[in-house]
């Protein structure tokens, strides 16, 4: 299994990225899956997760409303749109993934696999 983030970068506060999480060896059709953020010296914290098989997502209260998590079963890829980014919103972000469609945790230990992360930098 492997998963790769993409569309990281560097953005002013108030910008946008869209980060995209492909997905090999694993199809994402009826899984949870889900974005972690983790800065340097700090714990990992859970930004959003989907259930793909019914649609159903949950966020952090930090980014709630202006980020949104979606998928497409296609092209085998969850996507993760950060709007209104903030100064602190900056850190490497992670696709998560279970090897199940039963979606109730919330833990990085709940995840079977992980990508390499990608960087986004928010500058204000």
């Known amino acids: 299994v492997q998963l790769v983030e993409s569309g990281g970068g560097s953005v002013q506060a108030g910008g946008s990225l869209r980060l995209s999480c492909a997905a090999d060896?694993?199809?994402?059709?009826?899984?949870?899956l889900a974005w972690f953020r983790r800065e340097p010296g700090k714990e990992g914290e859970g930004v959003a997760r989907?259930?793909?098989?019914?649609?159903?997502?949950l966020y952090a209260d930090s980014v709630k409303g202006r980020f949104t998590i979606s998928h497409d079963n296609a092209k085998n890829t969850v996507y993760l749109e950060m709007n209104s980014l903030k100064s602190e919103d900056t850190a490497m972000y992670y696709c998560?993934?279970?090897?199940?469609?039963?979606?109730?945790?919330?833990?990085?230990?709940?995840?079977?696999?992980w990508g390499p992360g990608t960087q986004v930098t928010v500058s204000s």
């Open positions: 998560a993934a279970r090897s199940s469609s039963i979606c109730i945790g919330t833990s990085e230990d709940y995840y079977n696999h």
């Open positions: 989907i259930n793909t098989a019914i649609g159903s997502t």
């Open positions: 060896g694993y199809t994402i059709r009826n899984k949870c």
